[in-house]
């Protein structure tokens, strides 16, 4: 057992893996980090599953007898997610057992659909009947048109694991959406203690925007905030968290049994080398949080991490203070954000177009 991540765990994080594949599954790794790495969550993308299918003959089978049914790509990608979620959820269903709010697997709706809300409400439907696992969270996108999806899937019942949040602003957005489907879930009689969410904020994507616009900026008081404003960021993010649970739309939802819509913070691998690779770990300790961290990250918390408490709570007046000074500097913010999220978007679907172009050359491999 790694002690510097049980000490993370019990100061409140919850930590996810973010990674997945048939090889971690099937020769117990992911069991492994289970039980000797505090790991009690998965989070998955187009991405990884390329990087996974590529470089792993175990899925050649499947792919052979799926191409052999006549399946075409989308079909191939479908199943083969869909059945390592499903194996991955059920590595993690002990720990969803014991404590709900963890033991979840994310499998993500298709990115190419992140601007129509229709196509996300049925996708997020498929993905979740096709896992049929409890424990599974459906990645919904926070665009403008994914907030009414993410409504009409907890709204459903499904619960969801909301994605790509760059602001506060939209994180404001994020959370009003997660009530307004409670809200509609218990008015359609839906058990709310069986719908868990999270909320996935990214973190180092900020630090890299902004630095590059530090950079050019040049001055000493703007290169003095460099590595400050995705810290920053996140701990107003939590505040705006704590205002929604202090609500009393909040509390009501809260008396009929629904759970908090945990803050997970996302993209904590550190993008400079210049920064501490345990930067967005260390200064993001806060209880009821989630961190979902590459590989990489969680072996280096394990080897030199440092839990120094709480970091967030109370930290909302300093890291406005940043952002102030950030404006001060030249900054325009909401130019970042809008940045951020359309090449957040633009990366998506990149990503799931890497996958298509993988699985097709599997495909005709297994077909040759």
């Known amino acids: 057992m790694s002690e510097r991540l049980k000490a993370l765990a019990d100061a ?46 175990r899925y050649d089978a499947q792919v052979r007898q799926l191409v052999a049914d006549g399946a075409d790509a989308d079909k191939v990608i479908f199943a083969l997610t869909t059945d ?27 990115p190419t659909l992140a601007n129509d809300t229709d196509a996300t409400i049925a996708s ?9 696992r409890p424990n599974v969270l459906i990645k919904i996108p926070a665009t403008l048109e994914g907030l009414p999806a993410i409504t009409a899937a907890i709204a459903a019942g499904i619960s969801v694991n909301v994605t790509l949040i760059f602001s506060v602003e939209r994180y ?23 719908i868990q969410s999270v909320a996935s904020f990214f973190v180092s994507r900020v630090d890299t925007e902004i630095d590059a616009r530090l950079d050019k900026i040049g001055t000493d008081e703007a290169l003095a905030l460099r590595g400050k404003a995705a810290v920053a960021n996140a701990r107003l993010a939590y505040a705006a968290f704590e205002e929604v649970l202090a609500s009393d739309r909040w509390q009501a939802l809260a008396a009929a049994g629904a759970h908090p819509q945990r803050p997970l913070w ?20 806060v209880a009821d ?19 120094e408490g709480d970091r967030v709570s109370g930290q909302a007046a300093d ?26 978007v633009d990366k998506f679907k990149a990503s799931w177009t890497e996958l298509v172009t993988t699985v097709e050359a599997q495909m005709a491999q297994a077909g040759a």
Request: charged share 25%.
């Open 172 to 194: 404001r957005g994020v959370m009003d959406a997660y009530l307004a489907g409670l809200e509609q879930a218990k008015d359609a009689g839906i058990d709310l203690g069986t």
């Open 12 to 57: 409140g994080v919850s930590i996810w893996l973010d990674d997945l594949s048939r090889e971690r599954i099937e020769t117990g790794n992911l069991a492994e980090l289970v039980a000797e790495k505090s790991v009690v969550g998965v989070t998955t993308n187009p991405t990884i599953f390329a990087g996974a299918i590529a470089d792993g003959e």
């Open 266 to 285: 996302a993209s904590t691998g550190v993008k400079n080398p210049a920064y501490p690779d345990t930067l967005y770990v260390t200064d993001l300790v």
């Open 124 to 132: 997020a439907k498929a993905l979740w009947a096709a896992v049929d």
């Open 319 to 344: 890291a406005q203070a940043v952002f102030d000074q950030l404006v001060a500097a030249g900054i325009d913010l909401d130019d970042v954000f809008l940045t951020l999220e359309t090449e957040g």
């Open 289 to 307: 949080t989630v961190n979902t961290m590459p590989e990489k990250t969680l072996l280096a918390f394990a080897d030199h991490g440092e839990v």
């Open 84 to 110: 390592d979620v499903r194996n991955a959820c059920d590595v993690l269903a002990p720990v969803a057992a014991a404590h709900p709010a963890d033991g979840r697997v994310s499998i993500e709706v298709e």
